[in-house]
């Protein structure tokens, strides 16, 4: 793993802001394997040093993943001027954290969005060549028709040209105007514009999967909850060698 900045590493182990991680520091207050350290800026690996701070142990999570589920109105960023984002949701339970959202889902649609402060992870999540599924549940204006599921099999060209790559579309039963999407692409609101070339609106638009990990049932919308291990490595087993 990477090496911290002690301040850094004490902030986020104890929870406390850098400011008085600083202050902690400077006042020995910190020891490293036993051993006291005023050196604020001192590089420090969390995975093989022992931290106490004020005498009590400190264990440090090197990354946060985080399954949410985002509800309507709530736009998938870090920061928003006017609106309030996926991590505005998270902030008080992890307010020393740096969390974005791996991937988007618009203003309008709900479901599982992936919050992580891991770089690496995400970009493995994201990456186009990865093709990493996500399955999506849709209400049409209009029933599902067989030429819609073929020609999502076959790779939807856009209205703008683009072609879009194969995608799964499932009927659900008892419920014509219902839908379920599995894609491995993420192009700038895609489902939708993929409906718009057979004149079909989208109305609700719900992320349930992402990979093999499917949104907890148990979850209530603006609710999250950490990744399990099991939960992280299945993802990462998802990207590995692609």
Do not use: W
């Not at 090197?62 to 985002?70: I, T």
């Not at 995400?122 to 599924?133: E, F, G, M, T």
Request: proline letters at 4%; glycine letters at 10%; hydrophobic letters at 40%.
């Amino acid at each position: 793993m990477a090496t911290l900045r002690l301040d850094k590493l004490v902030a986020e182990a104890a929870g406390v802001p850098r400011t008085e991680a600083r202050k902690l520091i400077l006042k020995g207050q910190v020891q490293l394997d036993g051993e006291i350290c005023r050196a604020i800026d001192r590089k420090v690996d969390p995975t093989t040093v022992e931290l106490c701070c004020g005498g009590a142990a400190l264990s440090h999570q090197a990354n946060v993943y985080l399954m949410l589920y985002k509800p309507k109105g709530v736009v998938s960023a870090s920061r928003d001027g006017r609106d309030e984002t996926v991590v505005d949701l998270v902030q008080g339970t992890y307010p020393r954290r740096e969390l974005f959202p791996a991937g988007r889902l618009d203003k309008t649609s709900t479901g599982f969005v992936l919050l992580t402060d891991d770089g690496t992870f995400a970009h493995q999540i994201l990456a186009p060549r990865r093709h990493v599924s996500k399955e999506y549940f849709v209400e049409l204006d209009t029933p599902l028709t067989q030429q819609m599921i073929d020609g999502f099999a076959e790779g939807v060209t856009l209205a703008d040209g683009e072609k879009m790559m194969p995608a799964g579309l499932f009927a659900v039963e008892g419920e014509p105007n219902s839908a379920r999407v599995v894609l491995r692409q993420g192009v700038y609101h895609q489902i939708k514009r993929m409906f718009g070339v057979f004149d079909a609106g989208v109305n609700e638009l719900h992320r349930s999967a992402i990979g093999e990990v499917r949104l907890d049932e148990s979850l209530l919308p603006g609710q999250f909850r950490e990744l399990t291990a099991q939960e992280v490595e299945v993802l990462r087993s998802t990207t590995a060698g692609k």
